[in-house]
């Protein structure tokens, strides 16, 4: 199959799957999503992301409708009966059902999961970026199905010819639009700290390890703008870019000062993706 539906224990392909209107996440965006990249149907960091889907649920108070184990293994049953060595896998949990209704009753929630075929960014090729407001509201380390302002800030780098957005609150550097961004200054990685304002990325989590196993020192902390401009060089970290550098801002050539360290962290980031054998 080329693609791959499921809904609450029912299966197809994605454009003949139907989701119920009482859904909340219709309504609403209600709930909390992840998603992994897989090769040689091993979806990366699988456990990672399924621990932190379940971190979300608890914050919001969604009752997810099976254990972390089952989860697993109901997505490793999909990953197979769909076509191509890399895949993208998408999974969320909404609250539940019910008649439109901004309060609701606790009940168990309904789960999503979508597999297509997708390969990895080309990891060796920096991006060009724009720089945007950050106009989210302030859960941002709750990766919930409500990413309207991710969606305008993703659009507008688009139709600038961009990959992405870095986003800003004031001048201070949060993340970008579906990434988390750090930058390289004087041989030092800097990356915004995980409070309310960024999601705590399970690939900025490795480079931030990756960088210390290799003796780089790792600041996290807030920086500006102007320190983001004139940083060495620019990483932007997810599971479908591992790490890549970037190239330009607004279009203002950025970077290009420390490739040795880049390299370290991007190579061995996308090596352990390459060599993974397991969940």
């Keep these: 199959m080329k693609s791959l539906g499921y809904y609450n224990g029912k299966t197809g392909p994605i454009?003949?799957?139907?989701?119920?209107?009482t859904d909340r996440a219709f309504y609403f965006g209600d709930g909390v999503y992840d998603a992994v990249m897989c090769r040689n149907n091993i979806p990366y960091l699988l456990w990672e992301h399924i621990d932190r889907l379940y971190s979300n649920c608890r914050l919001l108070g969604i009752i997810p409708p099976m254990c972390k184990n089952e989860l697993s293994l109901t997505i490793k049953e999909l990953v197979e009966q769909v076509e191509g060595e890399e895949k993208?896998?998408?999974?969320?949990?909404?609250?539940?059902?019910?008649?439109?209704?901004?309060?609701?009753?606790?009940?168990?929630?309904n789960l999503c999961i979508m597999i297509k075929p997708?390969?990895?960014?080309n990891v060796y090729e920096k991006m060009d970026t724009v720089l945007k407001d950050d106009i989210r509201y302030e859960l941002c380390n709750i990766k919930t199905l409500n990413l309207l302002p991710s969606v305008l800030t993703a659009q507008a780098a688009t139709e600038k010819g961009c990959e992405e957005a870095i986003l800003h609150r004031n001048g201070i550097v949060t993340e970008c639009s579906h990434s988390n961004v750090s930058i390289l200054k004087n041989g030092s990685l800097i990356t915004a700290p995980c409070d309310r304002f960024i999601l705590p990325g399970v690939t900025r989590a490795h480079l931030i390890s990756v960088?210390?196993?290799?003796?780089?020192?790792?600041?996290e902390r807030k920086?500006?703008?102007?320190?983001?401009?004139?940083?060495?060089?620019?990483?932007?970290?997810?599971?479908?870019?591992?790490?890549?550098g970037v190239k330009s801002v607004d279009g203002r050539a950025v970077g290009g000062r420390d490739e040795n360290t880049l390299s370290v962290l991007r190579d061995t980031l996308y090596i352990n993706y390459l060599n993974a054998t397991n969940i």
Excluded at 118 to 121: C, I, T, V, Y
Excluded at 228 to 239: G, P
């Design 223 to 244: 920086y500006t703008v102007e320190e983001l401009m004139s940083a060495d060089e620019i990483i932007v970290t997810s599971s479908s870019k591992m790490a890549r």
């Design 88 to 109: 993208f896998v998408y999974f969320h949990v909404s609250r539940g059902s019910g008649i439109r209704n901004h309060s609701f009753t606790k009940g168990e929630g």
């Design 211 to 219: 960088a210390r196993e290799n003796g780089i020192d790792v600041c």
């Design 15 to 21: 454009n003949e799957m139907c989701i119920p209107m």
């Design 118 to 121: 997708q390969a990895l960014d």
